[in-house]
């Protein structure tokens, strides 16, 4: 079993940048990691992957905002957020995943508001 923390929500003007920090209990080299937010009143959606191999992929909405990245030598991943915007605001959560095994993160909040 691996848990997730993730980290690095807050407050922010739009416009601004965050990083958001998921670390692991475990090992994470041999899981994908994807990051996804929920907005209030709104269906959870997915924001980002970044797989084993180190391939990337991004949510037409932050594609070009957001930066997913991974250090499996510390077991944590990221998501560095650019020129956030006040849609952006939503609890964000990490997910690590294969084809049989899935983890989730508490969430952060992130909210953008000037």
């Known amino acids: 079993q691996v848990q997730l923390v993730e980290s690095g929500g807050g407050l922010v003007q739009p416009g601004g940048t965050l990083r958001l920090s998921c670390a692991a209990s475990?090992?994470?080299?041999?899981?994908?990691m994807g990051w996804y937010r929920q907005a209030p009143g709104k269906q959870r959606e997915w924001v980002a992957t970044?797989?084993?191999?180190?391939?990337?992929n991004y949510a037409d909405s932050v594609k070009g905002r957001f930066t997913i990245s991974r250090d499996n030598a510390k077991n944590t991943g990221y998501l560095q957020m650019n020129s956030l915007k006040p849609e952006d605001t939503a609890v964000y959560y990490c997910?690590?995943?294969?084809?049989?095994?899935?983890?989730w993160g508490q969430g952060t909040q992130v909210t953008v508001s000037s």
């Open positions: 475990g090992r994470i080299f041999s899981l994908n």
């Open positions: 997910q690590l995943y294969n084809s049989i095994l899935e983890y």
């Open positions: 970044i797989i084993v191999s180190g391939r990337t």
